[in-house]
């Protein structure tokens, strides 16, 4: 099972009404790549941030706050995982 983190170069910030994530330090940024967390996401950002974790841990995570099933819990942690990865905030460990 592959271990994650969240990378650190990454922040969430509020910018009007939204959490956003931001890589500090670059200004002009395109806009068009601004990834904005609704509600459960920002929960597991703030659960994980700054330690390895599982997707398995994810599923957990969200069975135990939104009171969900673990089939759906673990379709939507996949999900929340594949799209960190794919706009590169996510770091794997081996």
Not at 29 to 57: I, K
Not at 68 to 86: G, K, M, N, S
Request: glycine fraction near 6%.
């Amino acid at each position: 099972m592959h271990r994650m983190k969240i990378s650190t170069k990454y922040k969430v910030r509020e910018m009007a009404g939204e959490h956003i994530v931001v890589m500090p330090g670059r200004y002009g940024a395109d806009m068009t790549r601004v990834v904005a967390l609704n509600s459960s996401s920002l929960y597991l950002w703030e659960q994980l941030v700054g330690r390895d974790f599982t997707t398995d841990e994810v599923v957990d995570l969200l069975v135990d706050h939104y009171a969900i099933d673990a089939e759906t819990a673990h379709q939507d942690a996949r999900r929340w995982v594949e799209q960190l990865a794919t706009c590169g905030i996510l770091e794997k460990e081996e």
